[in-house]
């Protein structure tokens, strides 16, 4: 436990916490007369000053619409739009800048792998593999596409702490196999998947791999290369980018084998109404005017996590959530969902008497904020036999004095139900 009257953002690990807060106008609130305690940043995190400065000079001085202009406003724009999309290549660790599609979010980015290469290429039979940690959005999607073409949904199982059965997993992909569908970083579980070796029984089969690097990307370095995977997917606002802008990233040669996603302006190379011919990737997949601003701001957003460093940001969450698996273990009833041997970002729990709602809401009214729910990972809560659990998920710029923030608020919602 921390000393009492310490300051409120505490060194730890290897960031000046304290320095890198006070890029974060958000965190400087106060919330119902209390210090912003941010505790929900799974669900989306706060934004530097040096990303909205980037928005707002980018509205203010350059924006045009980009690629189609002829005028120096629309060459700035598409300066900046490309510019940000080589820093998106970049932190992927992406061999080729016409690999990265500017999409609204996960979401979007893996909807267009089931519709497009899916539609294009599952069969009657054919298998989808996803694991029982699934997001919502890493589930839907193949079930709408199984749907459409006959092809069959799999799920690998995971064990009590939540760590996937890889040995399972491996069985269930078999001939039948097409693409396996897994997520990075449980963002109802915090489980750490050993991607590359889910990739590698992927490829043994024949199947492609996607990864859901939606959790992933702000919390660890990602190498699309070093993973071996054919499909990364993330989004930009929880890497403290803006909302409505994420990625796509796919091997050239399936982008330019897939089918169009949307149609529209920009995707385009030839229109008559007998037919239509598509753009080269990404083009094909950017149809319309796309979020230029946020994929300006996602790239201001990229530079600044790549300054801090995404190494110095992974050890400073991991010592934070072995500090927070600590001094939760101090609260009498609280009991962890998700205890897998690797873990990053954040902490579900329950009590098994006080619904995570009524959690959260006090929660909230001492300042602190957290997540309460199914977190979008329903099968999850089934798997473990709760309506929902309580979650705390960290960012770079949360300190052990918001842990400690936390845990007495919920040393208050015990004494509140006469715990
Ligand atoms: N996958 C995971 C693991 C997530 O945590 C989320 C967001 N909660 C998503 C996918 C979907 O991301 P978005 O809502 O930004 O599209």
Not at 153 to 160: E, H, N, Q
Request: proline fraction near 5%; charge should be negative; charged fraction near 25%.
């Amino acid at each position: 436990m921390s000393a009492p009257g310490r300051s409120v953002a505490a060194t730890v690990g290897a960031l000046d916490v304290e320095r890198l807060r006070r890029d974060f106008p958000a965190l400087a609130q106060e919330v119902r007369g209390r210090r912003l305690v941010y505790l929900d940043n799974a669900a989306t995190a706060h934004k530097p000053r040096a990303v909205l400065e980037a928005v707002q000079h980018h509205y203010a001085c350059e924006y045009s619409n980009v690629h189609r202009g002829v005028h120096w406003l629309s060459e700035r724009a598409t300066e900046a739009y490309e510019g940000a999309r080589e820093k998106v290549r970049a932190f992927l660790n992406a061999p080729d800048r016409r690999e990265i599609v500017f999409v609204r979010g996960t979401t979007e980015a893996i909807n267009l792998v089931a519709a497009s290469w899916g539609g294009a290429n599952l069969r009657p039979g054919d298998e989808v593999l996803v694991t029982e940690m699934e997001h919502h959005s890493n589930i839907v999607p193949w079930q709408l596409v199984c749907e459409r073409t006959g092809a069959v949904l799999r799920v690998a199982p995971i064990d009590d702490d939540g760590n996937l059965l890889v040995e399972e997993f491996e069985r269930l992909c078999g001939e039948r196999t097409r693409i396996v569908a897994v997520t990075q970083l449980s963002n109802a579980l915090g489980t750490i998947n050993p991607v590359r070796r889910l990739v590698e029984i992927a490829h043994a089969h024949g199947a492609l791999a996607l990864v859901d690097g939606a959790q992933a990307a702000p919390h660890m370095p990602v190498d699309v290369q070093a993973l071996g995977c054919d499909f990364y997917a993330f989004s930009g606002h929880k890497l403290y980018g803006p909302t409505g802008i994420g990625v796509l990233w796919a091997r050239r040669e399936l982008l330019e084998a897939m089918p169009p996603y949307q149609g529209g302006g920009e995707m385009i190379r030839q229109v008559t109404f007998e037919g239509s011919t598509w753009a080269p990737p990404p083009a094909k997949f950017e149809a319309g005017t796309p979020h230029i601003v946020g994929a300006i701001g996602l790239g201001a957003a990229i530079d600044y996590v790549r300054g801090v460093g995404l190494e110095a940001i992974a050890r400073h969450e991991r010592e934070l959530l072995a500090y927070a698996d600590e001094a939760l273990a101090e609260v009498p009833g609280l009991r962890v969902i998700g205890r897998a041997r690797e873990r990053a970002g954040l902490v579900s729990f329950v009590f098994d008497d006080i619904h995570p709602h009524d959690v959260g809401t006090i929660l909230d009214h001492e300042g602190v904020a957290v997540r309460a729910g199914h977190h979008c990972a329903m099968p999850v809560m089934q798997r473990y036999g709760v309506p929902a659990t309580a979650r705390a998920s960290f960012a770079l710029y949360n300190t052990r004095e918001d842990i400690d923030a936390l845990v007495a608020a919920l040393h208050r919602v015990r004494s509140m139900f006469g715990r």
